[in-house]
């Protein structure tokens, strides 16, 4: 099993350009999450989605869209990149089973900077 | 407002010494509490959890201990190594949220050889 796969691992965006971070994972998990990590800030949640065609905000959505229409794939767009988007992109995902919480499982991330 | 409180920010230990790393929260709804661990290009790893009716549970060197009444949790991580420098963040969450977690800040972990 791959788990969760990000792409692209780097990328350069100019001010104002858009792009959109890839999301995938295959493990039937119904709920997928993004994230962004900046230093000493822990990680702050963009949007999640608990199945194909449920999303929701989470903390810091703004500047951010995103869509899930198979359980596979969540990508997350960047319509126009400002530099305080330099940050480094988490995907995550996990399994309801309706038993209690369960562990949320990490992608390697983006690594994205705006200039 | 920071739903959990991580501390220290950083920590250097001896090989062999035992780093502990704190958390403390406020919302007594919580009842799911894991720590990942983080390696530099790597996204975070689960690396172990607890639910609240138990006060300590193990894991090879590692163990959390967890305390209800003041609303904190630790990692310890007994007989440290080199290998286990790295970032290690708390969590929590609780049930009814989309399985949502709230993050600790992290805290930069360096074992000296």
């Known amino acids: 099993n791959a788990g969760v796969t990000q792409t692209p691992k780097f990328r350069i965006l100019k001010i104002g350009q858009s792009m959109t971070l890839q999301c995938t994972q295959d493990?039937?998990?119904?709920?997928m999450y993004w994230y962004r990590q900046d230093p000493g800030m822990g990680l702050k949640l963009i949007y999640y989605?608990?199945?194909?065609?449920?999303?929701d905000k989470g903390e810091v959505p703004n500047g951010y869209n995103v869509s899930r229409s198979t359980t596979e794939d969540f990508p997350l767009r960047l319509e126009l990149a400002a530099p305080s988007q330099t940050s480094v992109y988490f995907c995550?995902?996990?399994?309801?089973?309706?038993?209690?919480?369960?562990?949320?499982?990490f992608g390697d991330g983006t690594r994205l900077s705006i200039l | 407002q920071q739903q959990v409180k991580q501390s220290p920010q950083s920590l250097i230990v001896q090989k062999g010494g035992i780093p502990i790393i704190n958390c403390a929260y406020e919302?007594?709804?919580?009842?799911?509490f894991p720590w990942y661990q983080q390696f530099p290009g790597k996204g975070p790893a689960l690396l172990i959890a607890?639910?609240?009716?138990?006060s300590e549970k193990k894991e090879g060197r590692f163990t959390i201990s967890f305390n209800k009444s003041a609303k904190q949790f630790s990692l310890h991580i007994m007989d440290s190594q080199p290998g286990d420098s790295a970032t290690y963040f708390c969590?929590?969450?609780?049930?009814?949220?989309?399985?949502?977690?709230?993050f600790g800040t992290g805290t930069s972990l360096t074992v000296i050889p």
């Open positions: 995550a995902s996990s399994l309801w089973s309706g038993l209690g919480n369960q562990p949320q499982h």
């Open positions: 493990m039937n998990h119904n709920y």
């Open positions: 989605s608990v199945g194909a065609g449920i999303t």
């Open positions: 919302n007594t709804a919580f009842d799911y």
């Open positions: 607890i639910r609240p009716d138990v």
């Open positions: 969590a929590a969450s609780w049930t009814n949220t989309g399985n949502q977690f709230y």
